[in-house]
């Protein structure tokens, strides 16, 4: 009996290093899924705020000399990009909001733990928005603290959350 692919599977996600060009399509992403997934959690005024942060010319040239960018890739489209610094510290994390749900935030992660794996880290750490929480906490990291920062005279409540090492295929499973 032949089978037939499933109409509804959806092509694969590879998980590269960053590369010339990417950029732009990083910052609409990050802006987009401000806008569209982390409105649920934050007020009109903390995204307007957030997502302004797109526009922080220095701060996303930075990005690359600072850390390592991974970039998820789907049909050749940037789907997800995360980054790693020296210390174990994730900056950013962020799927589009068209793939949430899709195992994009899974592949990057396990590419981050493979770093982390392979620079011989003791933990990951991360500033994690209310949004984000459910999705570190399925991936084995724990709540430090819950804090508030202020960005621009707006107040934002995230989450110090980290995950000790060694770094061998603890992932737990996603749904």
């Given at each position: 009996m032949s089978q037939t692919a499933n109409p509804r599977s959806t092509p694969?996600?590879?998980v590269r290093p960053?590369?010339?060009?990417?950029?732009?399509?990083?910052?609409?992403?990050?802006?987009?899924?401000v806008h569209q997934v982390n409105s649920r959690d934050y007020s009109p005024e903390q995204i307007q705020v957030w997502a302004s942060s797109a526009n922080d010319e220095a701060r996303w040239r930075a990005l690359p000399q600072n850390s390592q960018v991974l970039v998820a890739e789907q049909t050749g489209?940037?789907?997800g990009f995360t980054n790693l610094e020296a210390d174990g510290h994730i900056d950013m994390f962020f799927v589009h909001?068209?793939?949430?749900?899709?195992?994009?935030?899974?592949?990057?992660?396990?590419?981050?733990?493979t770093l982390a794996q392979a620079q011989?880290?003791?933990?990951?750490?991360s500033e994690v928005s209310i949004t984000a929480r459910p999705f570190f906490l399925r991936h084995g990291f724990d709540v430090v603290t819950e804090e508030q920062v202020e960005r621009q005279g707006i107040w934002f409540t995230r989450f110090i959350m980290e995950r000790s090492g060694p770094f061998v295929s603890r992932m737990t499973q996603e749904p």
């Open positions: 694969a996600v590879t960053l590369q010339p060009g990417d950029e732009a399509e990083m910052r609409s992403l990050f802006c987009q899924t489209k940037v789907v909001h068209q793939h949430q749900g899709q195992g994009v935030g899974k592949r990057l992660m396990q590419s981050l733990e011989q880290l003791n933990r990951l750490y």
